[in-house]
């Protein structure tokens, strides 16, 4: 004899839903925030790249604040030429979440299954934070700007 699932089992566990509901609230403040201040303007909130002030280089997260106000303002070519990997990784984030949640389409098992690894994203943010400093072209247009 099989047993009945009650209702009460299939419901979420509360603290998913508060991180849930906190990880929207925090997404929404920051789409406003980018919606209302400019990075490229003198007096922004947002704080300047600590690793490029130090050091002169540019690490893989700079522009990703240009990147991300550009396209809230639907600017897709200046978000492109602030931070190219940050447009592949929006891109990619649905389906390796959609894929960690069981979705397993047979045509993406070979790409999601190599790009859902740590060490995947690891070596691609090194080898993209040393390519966009190297000073000659392609790599060049890697930088920010």
Not at 95 to 103: H, T
Request: with cysteine; glycine share 10%.
């Amino acid at each position: 004899m099989a047993i009945a699932r009650s209702p009460t089992s299939r419901r979420l566990p509360v603290t998913k839903v508060a991180l849930a509901g906190a990880g929207v609230a925090a997404a929404g403040a920051g789409v406003w925030l980018l919606r209302v201040f400019d990075p490229n303007a003198p007096g922004n909130p947002f704080p300047p790249c600590l690793f490029y002030a130090t050091t002169g280089w540019h690490c893989p997260g700079c522009g990703m604040t240009r990147c991300l106000h550009a396209l809230v303002h639907g600017d897709l070519g200046q978000a492109l030429a602030m931070n190219p990997l940050m447009l592949v990784a929006i891109l990619a984030a649905p389906l390796l979440v959609a894929w960690r949640m069981g979705w397993r389409p047979r045509v993406l098992q070979p790409l999601a299954r190599w790009m859902s690894t740590a060490t995947f994203w690891l070596g691609l943010i090194a080898l993209y934070g040393i390519a966009r400093n190297l000073p000659w072209a392609p790599f060049s247009w890697l930088a920010p700007g």
